[in-house]
């Protein structure tokens, strides 16, 4: 340790970058700070200097002479070409044994490589994800970062003093080695895609259905937050829903209904479709946004059967119905996404803990909500849970709301209420409890078409039928 130099460093000022850096500063670490344009660095110092103990840098290699060793430097600049160009120049400044830690919403893939290439330089790369946006990079994220165990010695307790806590523990923990801490990021932003379509179906349905002013339904969301869906998801959106145009307009009826994506969402369902594993909430979700965006094929569709009228038919139950059939929707959608995390953990051999995941996206993150406490229970009694369904807490809260969730489904549908979130996880559910699924019949077709074969039920080995011969049964 070198007196007076820096404890870590940020290059990458724009909002989340300046934002981590005050909160590191804000902590009583000496930070040194660094942008492409100075211009923001200067912004930077002169605004919030007095906050803590910054050191300016003009360049990288100032930012690097700034530090005491090991190095320690957060990369926040946009992930893909210019994150590689930041890592190129310092890795090219560095000394061994210091650490390049990226904590923008990098691929997993791009993580594992730089890790690779960085490591033949005897530089420790750490793939962090970062999640609460800017309020939560300032006031104390959710980090989950990667890389090699050793480099967790370094930064951990660094990230562990910045980072949300919630009943004194930090929402920071080691998540695995190279790609590990991306991976599980990547999959926060898959369940926060479905988690926003399931509450954005609630709210159309109360909406179309229920007859209720955005202003009613955002009381109902309130209500819903003091209970098991309480979550900074759910809250929001009782404040999106109660805001007004200045012409006392609800503000979301005048936001265009066509949702953007920058890619983390589509990301989890590619790698869940190369993993095996059915994430059907989160693809449903990134379907839907989708789906919003062709407005030309919307209209084109509208104007040739006429835009669907629902008849809203608001009746007691509703309400309640819609609250269970969110609930339980949810807990699908968080079980798939940890079976993906589980998967991809012993595919690459990452040794994740599923309950110290659910621990630290309790605070902090998009997708912090009270039942993360439950998914850690479950995970805490038995780490090798089938499925979060099965664990008793979550199984008898499915149990609970299954006819509401039905009833849900079955009056969106007859009423043209488009619930995909709703439907496909309900579809799941029931598809998992089936004693038989018409994959029987599946195999007989590709056995038919291409003599793919087929296991029979009855008997050991492969076998193929002479479809277009006598019929008979052949071993394969
Ligand atoms: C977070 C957020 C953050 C961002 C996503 C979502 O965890 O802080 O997930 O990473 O809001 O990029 O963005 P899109 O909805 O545009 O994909």
Redesign the pocket.
């Known amino acids: 340790m070198t007196e007076g130099k820096a404890r870590i460093a940020v290059t990458g000022l724009a909002t989340m970058g300046s934002n981590l850096a005050r909160n590191l500063a804000r902590h009583g670490f000496k930070v040194a700070v660094h942008n492409r344009t100075p211009a923001k660095m200067k912004a930077l110092l002169e605004e919030h200097g007095h906050e803590g103990d910054f050191v300016g840098a003009e360049t990288l290699q100032d930012l690097v002479d700034s530090l005491q060793t090991p190095r320690q430097i957060i990369i926040m600049v946009k992930a893909g070409g210019p994150t590689d160009a930041v890592i190129d120049e310092l890795s090219g400044l560095l000394e061994p044994g210091d650490m390049v830690i990226d904590g923008g919403?990098a691929h997993y893939a791009d993580t594992r490589r730089r890790e690779a290439a960085l490591k033949e330089k005897g530089l420790l790369f750490v793939g962090a994800g970062?999640?609460?946006?800017e309020e939560?990079a300032l006031n104390g994220p959710s980090i989950m970062p990667g890389g090699p165990a050793e480099s967790y010695k370094h930064v951990g307790p660094v990230f562990e003093e910045i980072a949300a806590k919630v009943d004194g523990q930090p929402c920071c923990v080691h998540v695995g080695p190279d790609g590990a801490g991306h991976f599980v990021?990547m999959v926060?932003?898959g369940i926060?895609?479905a988690d926003m379509q399931l509450i954005a179906e609630a709210y159309d349905l109360l909406s179309r259905i229920g007859g209720q002013t955005p202003a009613e339904i955002s009381e109902v969301f309130t209500q819903w937050n003091s209970g098991d869906l309480e979550s900074y998801l759910v809250e929001i959106t009782a404040e999106v829903l109660k805001h007004v145009d200045a012409d006392g307009t609800p503000l979301v009826q005048v936001i265009e209904d066509a949702a953007?994506?920058?890619?983390?969402?589509r990301w989890t369902v590619q790698e869940a479709l190369e993993l095996g594993v059915p994430v059907t909430g989160i693809g449903e979700a990134v379907f839907a946004r989708s789906l919003s965006g062709h407005t030309d094929q919307r209209k084109a569709v509208r104007d040739a059967f006429g835009a669907s009228e629902v008849v809203a038919k608001p009746d007691a139950e509703l309400v309640d119905d819609v609250r269970q059939a969110l609930y339980a929707s949810k807990v699908v959608a968080y079980a798939q996404g940890f079976d993906m995390i589980r998967e991809a953990s012993k595919n690459f051999d990452w040794n994740i803990d599923l309950g110290a995941m659910a621990t630290i996206w309790r605070g902090g993150?998009?997708i912090r909500a009270q039942f993360l406490n439950r998914i850690r229970e479950a995970y805490d009694a038995n780490a090798d849970l089938a499925s979060l369904l099965v664990d008793n807490y979550f199984r008898d809260a499915v149990q609970n709301a299954e006819a509401a969730w039905r009833r849900v489904v079955v009056r969106a549908v007859e009423s043209g209420v488009p619930t995909p979130g709703f439907v496909s996880a309900l579809a799941y559910y029931d598809a998992l409890r089936s004693e038989r699924l018409p994959a029987a019949l599946v195999q007989g077709q590709r056995d038919f078409f291409g003599a793919h074969t087929y296991r029979r039920i009855d008997r050991p080995g492969s076998f193929h039928t002479l479809w277009s011969g006598d019929r008979s049964e052949v071993e394969a």
Do not use: F, P, V
């Open positions: 919403n970062i999640s609460g946006g939560g990021k926060h932003n926060e895609y953007e994506q920058k890619g983390t969402g993150c998009i």
